[in-house]
């Protein structure tokens, strides 16, 4: 039912030639985000102590523990016993005398680890390595020689 040209549009009178599920619908659906609770504060644990007292750990013989990197130099000492014993096998002390330059190069950079960080766990490892590493690179050269001469 269409008004006519000399009456005024009423939203009841005009007809909507389409299908309602495909044309221009809008759909007055207001959907609101759940409302946030809100977070409590943070509770704040305050220590106090007295004046007269000290801390366990506030003498002058405290050692301040920091994370030391790790260096591998019990590796490299059981690499250097291994090429030690197996540095006259024909086929082996090629092999063995590469492991001990790897270990030799490896343990090099840390030689003065005892004087900088005399509390690191490995510093008392890497002469022994190096010296151990030494030794087997020398013997596996020494077993090259006398295999091939």
């Not at 759909?27 to 977070?39: D, E, I, M, S």
């Not at 920091?66 to 250097?80: A, Q, T, V």
């Not at 006259?88 to 790897?102: A, D, E, R, T």
């Not at 030689?111 to 390595?129: I, S, T």
């Amino acid at each position: 039912m269409q008004p006519g040209p000399d009456q005024p549009t009423n939203v009841q009178d005009s007809v909507v030639g389409r299908d309602m599920h495909t044309g221009n619908v809008i759909h007055n659906h207001y959907h609101l985000p759940p409302t946030p609770q809100p977070a409590p504060p943070p509770q704040t644990i305050i220590i106090q102590q007295q004046s007269g007292q000290q801390t366990p750990f506030s003498g002058s013989n405290v050692i301040p523990i920091h994370p030391f990197k790790k260096i591998n130099s019990l590796d490299w000492l059981i690499f250097g016993v291994l090429s030690i014993f197996c540095s006259f096998i024909p086929g082996l002390n090629l092999c063995c005398s590469m492991v001990s330059i790897v270990g030799i190069l490896s343990m090099l950079p840390h030689l003065n680890l005892k004087q900088m960080q005399p509390h690191h766990p490995e510093a008392k490892k890497v002469v022994p390595a190096l010296v151990l590493n030494g030794i087997a690179l020398f013997l596996c050269i020494f077993s090259i020689i006398l295999i091939y001469s």
